[in-house]
């Protein structure tokens, strides 16, 4: 099992920043990637960035060059550095947390809000 722990979400206004942390814990050593998704109301839920435990990257078009992902295997947590945000990027930001339990298996954190003001 993993636990996820997510910190950081807000208001901010558009053209801001903000930084999302996921902190884990519990079968630690079983997790393959980590990554973030959003939801925004009324829409189904997207995939914004993921981290493999090698330090590989990627991202959605719609974030390419504005947030980072990085992770701090110290501290197992995953951050999502968003920059410039705009106001089509306010939606409830979920942690996910890729682990071999046996079989793949998917773990989620309990969502932040962010919330981007014209």
């Known amino acids: 099992q993993v636990q996820l722990v997510e910190s950081g979400g807000g208001l901010v206004q558009a053209g801001g920043s903000l930084r999302l942390s996921c902190a884990a814990s519990g079968s630690i050593f079983s997790i393959k990637a980590m990554g973030w998704y959003r939801q925004a109301p009324g829409k189904q839920r997207e995939w914004v960035a993921a981290i493999t435990s090698g330090g590989n990257t990627n991202y959605a078009d719609s974030v390419k060059g504005r947030f980072t992902i990085s992770r701090d295997n110290v501290k197992n947590t995953v951050y999502l550095q968003m920059n410039s945000l705009k106001h089509e990027d306010k939606a409830v930001y979920y942690c996910?947390?890729?682990?071999?339990?046996?079989?793949?298996?998917?773990?989620w954190g309990q969502g932040t809000q962010v919330t981007v003001s014209s």
């Open positions: 996910n947390v890729v682990a071999v339990v046996g079989t793949l298996v998917d773990y």
